[in-house]
């Protein structure tokens, strides 16, 4: 594809490497974080350090956004001080925070009202998949705007989904991380029973690997340490996608099912597990760090 210059705001464990990539493919990169040090970093790697958000917006194709919660995307574009008054009408705005479909429909609406296209990209594969340039963007926006975001998507993903108008993207994603959190709990607790019942855990893993158990957080993410050598739980469960990221995504899900009237019993359990998760503390481990609720360790 033609190479752009494209604007990227939250450095962060994803946004980061997001960055990082997109320098990799050849476009010109502005970057802008209120951490000064990540900055300085893609800097030193390529990308041109903006002195703010506003000095990053400004004369781009492409403005890339991801921040930890909807209030901050809100506040990044909408409102007096806006980005919503800075952006170029040519500029295409692609958000991949996961925040609520409200919140994105609201986003995407006033850019639209001053004529500037918006999708939301949420993302799936975590701090490895946007490090290596595999992560799975999840879009909601009209068919020009994919269109128009999917060569650059494709700079930093592996799968790209049109999940359909705009904040469907989100919808899909708290769809998608209702159900890890649900099998990283069953999965957790089936292999301490196992456990607590005389077996080994990696012969336990690898016999449901095969059998009708078999989900995703067995082959690739095992939750119990030792079992897998590049999974969090083997390296003290550092991160990877964070308990407080993973509790934050569940309270998104349960107030779209509230909105619209979904049952969602193992959701509620999910959520509520990783709510106590997070009161004892480990709200920056991995998401995997579930299993010590079961474990008698």
Known sequence: MAKLTIGCIGLGNMGGPMAANLVKAGHQVKVFD????????????????ATDAKHCATDI????????????????????????HVL???????????????????????LGEH???FVDAPVSGGVAGATAGTLTFIV????????????VLADMGKNIFHAGDIGAGQVAKICNNMLLSILMAGTSEALQMGINNGLDAKVLSDIMTASSGRNWTL?????????????????????GFMVDL?????????????????STPMGSMAKNLYTMLQHQG??????????????KE
């Open 34 to 49: 209120l951490n000064q040090s990540v900055v300085n970093t893609l800097a030193s790697n390529g990308a041109i350090a």
């Open 61 to 84: 194709d492409v403005l890339i956004s991801m921040l930890p919660a909807s209030k901050h995307v809100k506040s990044l574009y909408l409102g007096d001080t806006g980005l919503v």
């Open 88 to 110: 170029a009408k040519t500029t295409l705005v692609i958000d991949c925070s996961t925040i609520d479909a409200a919140s994105a429909r609201e986003v995407g609406a006033e």
């Open 115 to 117: 004529g500037i296209a």
């Open 140 to 151: 909601g926006g009209d068919d020009a705007h994919f269109n128009q975001a999917q060569p």
């Open 219 to 239: 082959e690739l993410y095992n939750p119990c340490p030792g079992v897998m050598a590049t999974a969090p739980a083997s390296n003290d469960y550092k991160p």
């Open 246 to 262: 993973m509790a934050k995504d569940l309270g998104l899900a349960m107030e779209a099912a509230q909105q619209s009237n979904s």
């Open 282 to 295: 480990a709200g920056s481990e991995d998401f995997s760090a579930i299993f010590k609720l079961f474990s």
